[in-house]
């Protein structure tokens, strides 16, 4: 695999056109996901980001507007951690002509268990339901545009999940650290179950870590965190940075017709044990069909 730049050991840049493709980016008001959506505006994609907040939104999509080369972005405003949120929202994105690239980016940690409209376990819901249920909700979209990526943001953090299938909602035990890594497992498990069951479609499935980068991310954590990053903070990668293994999954065409990967620093890497598990992978399916009502 050729790497045409590298900076900070980050991951290769591009460079690689994206005129005429469609991408969705959800989170892309912050962080990741905005410097994701500006650096795949800038070559050329038409970038649809998906916020909470409306004034957020506006910000992160002027600044897609200034880098772009191709279509106009445009914004899309939804709460992830709600699954009539999530399923207004792929009835909308339905009607755009196309799909080329869903970027599943929105993500947070909590510090103190919350349950959302939903009831469900927060953490688990925005970072492993939304985008469970967003890419089923869009497969035909994602299928009719093909070839057509998904790719999802995970993390080295899921190395210290100790996901209980029994107990998805960490009812009996809850730390942020626990919740946060489990989702990123459920991720990486969604990504290959998925990646089996698109097989053959023309659309493929990758996750990756993006390094540790100086986001947003963390700031409703406990005061301890909270210090531990901001005296951490200069050593961690930039946004841009950390964009750059999202932006190679989504335009390199090194990766074309590559699925169910983890990737970091633009290498394919093994996950843990655990994110290898195929029938750990198929029973976390059907858990997550049951909870958002797919099946
Ligand atoms: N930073 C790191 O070192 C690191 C390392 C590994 C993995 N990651 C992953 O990278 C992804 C992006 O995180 P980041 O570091 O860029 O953090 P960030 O700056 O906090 O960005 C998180 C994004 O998710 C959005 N979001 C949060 N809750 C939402 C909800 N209920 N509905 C819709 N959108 C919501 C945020 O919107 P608002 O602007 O409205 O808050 C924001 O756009 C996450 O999945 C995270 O797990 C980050």
Request: proline share 5%; charged share 20%; aromatic share 4%.
């Amino acid at each position: 695999m050729s790497e045409p730049q590298t900076a900070g050991g980050a991951a290769p840049v591009t460079g690689v056109p994206m005129g005429g493709r469609v991408c969705v980016v959800t989170g892309a008001s912050s962080g990741i996901g905005q410097a994701a959506s500006v650096a795949m505006a800038g070559l050329g994609a038409t970038v649809v980001l998906v916020c909470r907040d409306r004034g957020r939104g506006q910000n992160a999509m002027a600044e897609v507007g200034a880098a772009a080369r191709g279509g106009e972005p445009s914004l899309e405003l939804a709460d992830l951690s709600s699954a009539e949120q999530v399923r207004d929202l792929a009835g909308r994105l339905a009607g755009l002509p196309r799909i080329d690239v869903l970027v599943n980016n929105a993500g947070l940690v909590i510090y103190h268990r919350q349950l959302t409209a939903d009831g469900l376990e927060h953490t688990f819901a925005l970072n492993h339901l939304a985008p469970f249920l967003l890419t089923n909700l869009l497969r035909p979209k994602l299928e009719a545009s093909g070839p057509a990526r998904v790719v999802t943001v995970a993390s080295t953090a899921h190395r210290g999940a100790r996901l209980d299938l029994d107990d998805l909602q960490l009812e009996h035990r809850y730390s942020a650290m626990l919740a946060y890594s489990n989702s990123k497992l459920a991720n990486i498990l969604f990504t290959r179950e998925l990646a089996r069951r698109l097989d053959g479609t023309g659309v493929t499935a990758n996750c990756l870590h993006p390094g540790t980068v100086r986001t947003r991310f963390g700031q409703t954590g406990s005061a301890w965190l909270r210090l531990g990053i901001a005296i951490a903070a200069p050593f961690f990668r930039s946004p841009e940075q950390g964009a750059r293994t999202l932006v190679y999954l989504a335009s390199s065409p090194e990766v074309s017709g590559q699925s169910g990967g983890y990737y970091v620093s633009g290498k394919l890497r093994e996950p843990s044990p655990t994110a290898r598990n195929d029938d750990t992978a198929r029973r976390l399916w059907d858990l997550s069909a049951e909870l958002t009502g797919l099946s």
